[in-house]
């Protein structure tokens, strides 16, 4: 027990006689009232005002009637709120709209109005159901398929598994993901 007592002493005496540290400036304070902010969004810039705490789906979803990504979970776990910021397939619900400046941010919205051959392959593998996870499953199998044209069926299963279907419908949306892949130039089969 002696041991133990005075190298406790030891150690808080020593980080007690250590000088003082500036503390870092802070970084600059937005809000709490709404902020203006652009955001690039399928191609185009949009200016829209914030709360600095409102989340990139909220934003979108009520202020920029860009509604395909749902909020379910609202905890970054389901996926249905699925777009891609800068190449990279993200949530939306966990990114805040003002951290989302200056980054490349795709949708749906946007994947839709240039025809991509996964929008086609979901209707003829009838990969929905309900519906409601489908916007994040066609966002998160376009952004698979950039990285991985062409993939194999076991690939598109480890691939999006960041994605929850309730109705079940993994079968036909697997599918659709390899058909559109062999209709992606740079394929194995294409």
Request: with cysteine; proline share 5%.
């Given at each position: 027990?002696?041991?133990?007592?005075?190298?406790?002493?030891?150690?808080?005496?020593?980080?007690?006689?250590?000088?003082?540290?500036a503390?870092?400036?802070?970084?600059?304070?937005?809000?709490?009232?709404?902020?203006?902010?652009?955001?690039?969004?399928?191609?185009?810039?949009?200016?829209?005002?914030v709360?600095?705490r409102?989340?990139?789906?909220d934003?979108?979803?009520?202020s920029?009637?860009?509604?395909?990504?749902?909020?379910?979970?609202?905890?970054?776990?389901?996926?249905?709120?699925?777009?891609?910021?800068?190449?990279?397939?993200?949530?939306?619900?966990?990114?805040?709209?003002i951290?989302?400046?200056?980054?490349?941010?795709?949708?749906?919205?946007?994947?839709?109005?240039?025809?991509?051959?996964?929008?086609?392959?979901?209707?003829?593998?009838?990969?929905?159901?309900?519906?409601?996870?489908?916007?994040?499953?066609?966002?998160?199998?376009?952004g698979?398929?950039?990285?991985?044209?062409?993939?194999?069926?076991?690939e598109?299963?480890?691939?999006?598994?960041?994605?929850?279907?309730?109705?079940?419908?993994?079968?036909?949306?697997?599918?659709?993901?390899?058909?559109?892949?062999?209709?992606?130039?740079?394929?194995?089969?294409?």
């Open positions: 027990m002696r041991g133990v007592g005075l190298s406790g002493g030891v150690l808080s005496t020593g980080l007690l006689e250590q000088e003082a540290q503390a870092p400036p802070a970084a600059p304070v937005s809000g709490p009232a709404a902020v203006p902010i652009t955001l690039r969004i399928n191609g185009k810039s949009v200016n829209t005002s709360e600095p409102e989340t990139l789906l934003t979108m979803r009520n920029l009637d860009l509604t395909a990504a749902k909020r379910v979970c609202d905890r970054g776990t389901c996926g249905a709120c699925t777009i891609i910021v800068s190449g990279k397939v993200m949530y939306s619900c966990t990114m805040l709209a951290d989302s400046q200056g980054k490349e941010i795709e949708t749906l919205e946007g994947i839709s109005a240039k025809n991509h051959p996964i929008i086609a392959a979901f209707v003829a593998n009838d990969a929905q159901q309900c519906g409601y996870c489908t916007p994040g499953f066609v966002v998160a199998s376009k698979f398929l950039d990285k991985h044209p062409n993939p194999t069926y076991e598109v299963k480890k691939g999006l598994g960041g994605n929850l279907c309730r109705c079940g419908t993994y079968m036909g949306i697997r599918q659709a993901v390899v058909d559109a892949g062999k209709q992606l130039k740079g394929g194995r089969n294409a």
